[in-house]
C-alpha cells in the first residue's frame, strides 16, 4: 500500500517557470465558460467537467489528472483516489505506483505533490 500522498496544481510554479496558468487553463474551458467572466477553475469545476468529453479514454494521463484536479477545484487529492478516478473516467485501470512516477516527473502542468 502507498502512503497516502496529495497532489495539486502548484499556482507557484507556473510563476516561477515563467508560464501563464491562465492560458493553459482557458483551453480547458467549454465553450459557453469562454464567454463568461470568473474565475477559471471555478467554471470548470461547476460546469466544464460536467461535459462528458472533459476527460476521455484517449487522453494522455497526464492531460487527464490535470483536467482531474481542476474538476476538484484544485483541492489536494490523493494518489489512491486519482489512479481510481483516472481508472473510471478512461475505461481502463490506472496504477497507482505508475501514476505517482509520472506525477513526480511532470514539468509541464505543474502537477506537485503537497509538502507534509
Known amino acids: 500500500m502507498i502512503e497516502e500522498t496529495l497532489y495539486f496544481i502548484d499556482l507557484d510554479w507556473y510563476q516561477q517557470s515563467g508560464r501563464s496558468f491562465n492560458a493553459l487553463v482557458q483551453s480547458r474551458l467549454c465553450p459557453s465558460c469562454r464567454q463568461k467572466e470568473g474565475d477559471a477553475i471555478t467554471l470548470i469545476r461547476d460546469c466544464c467537467s460536467k461535459s462528458e468529453d472533459f476527460i476521455t479514454p484517449n487522453m494522455p494521463i497526464l492531460e487527464a489528472a490535470f483536467r482531474l484536479l481542476l474538476s476538484n477545484g484544485n483541492q489536494p487529492m490523493d494518489l489512491e483516489q486519482m489512479a481510481e478516478e483516472l481508472g473510471e473516467k478512461r475505461g481502463r485501470r490506472i496504477y497507482p505506483?505508475?501514476?505517482?512516477?509520472?506525477?513526480?516527473?511532470?514539468?509541464?502542468?505543474?502537477?506537485?505533490r503537497v509538502n507534509p
Open 97 to 112: 505506483d505508475a501514476l505517482r512516477r509520472m506525477l513526480e516527473n511532470d514539468n509541464y502542468y505543474g502537477l506537485r
